[in-house]
T-cell receptor, first 117, second 113 residues
């Protein structure tokens, strides 16, 4: 399977614990995005990388959230001191930046479902 | 600010009937619009994008900048079209390139036999 992969698919944790999610993009894609989706809502943008540079962060991304893409390939999203409000589906997407500056097509992974007890 | 509104949470039609899923947007720069679909137990996938002006699985969507709408249409719905549909916008302003997507809340389409 050459699509975007995410690990783990499901994570149950207790409030106050730290969790880390991993995303492996499509191999030739230089852009990687993180979104969060809660029940009944569309995905909401969290942050994105172009190669290893983090170019934009949403105001949704509190200080407890950190994302990295150290070698411009896979990315990790860490949530420290989890809260019940962090329970959501965390989606990763990757794309290839268009040379002409047009919009890229984002390909989504299956998501990591986080439940904070 | 970017905003996408899908006014219908649920939409039910019978097989063979026309279907239209509404999408309105708000953005002051140069928007590009997309429709994404999520079938049961599958990941989110691109259905079509405005810039391609193509028809996928019989669906089309026309960008109306005057009405700031990007409604998704299909003349004859099929049962396999039952899914969650999201309208999304990617914007560019101030010389920056397109990046993040802003999604609507989604519309659940059910096509009855």
């Amino acid at each position: 399977d050459t699509g975007v992969s995410q690990d783990p698919r499901h994570k149950i944790t207790k409030r106050g614990q730290n969790v880390t999610f991993r995303c492996d993009p499509i191999s030739e894609h230089n852009r990687l995005y993180w979104y969060r989706q809660t029940l009944g809502q569309g995905p909401e943008f969290l942050t994105y990388f172009q190669n290893e540079a983090q170019l934009e962060k949403s105001r949704l991304l509190s200080d407890r959230f950190s994302a990295e893409r150290p070698k411009g390939s896979f990315s990790t999203l860490e949530i420290q001191r989890t809260e019940q409000g962090d329970s959501a589906m965390y989606l990763c997407a990757s794309s290839l930046q268009q040379v002409a500056g047009g919009p890229d097509t984002q390909y989504f992974g299956p998501g990591t479902r986080l439940t904070v007890l | 600010a970017q905003r996408v509104t899908q006014p219908e949470k649920l939409l039910s039609v019978f097989k063979g009937a026309p279907v239209e899923l509404k999408c309105n947007y708000s953005y002051s720069g140069s928007p590009e619009l997309f429709w994404y679909v999520q079938y049961s137990r599958q990941r989110l996938q691109l259905l079509l994008r405005h810039i391609s002006r193509e028809s996928i699985k019989g669906f089309t969507a026309d960008l109306n900048k005057g009405e700031t709408s990007f409604h998704l249409k299909k003349p004859f719905a099929q049962e396999e079209d039952s899914a969650m549909y999201y309208c999304a916008l990617s914007g560019r302003a101030g010389g920056t390139s397109y990046g993040k997507l802003t999604f609507g809340q989604g519309t659940i389409l059910t096509v009855h036999p």
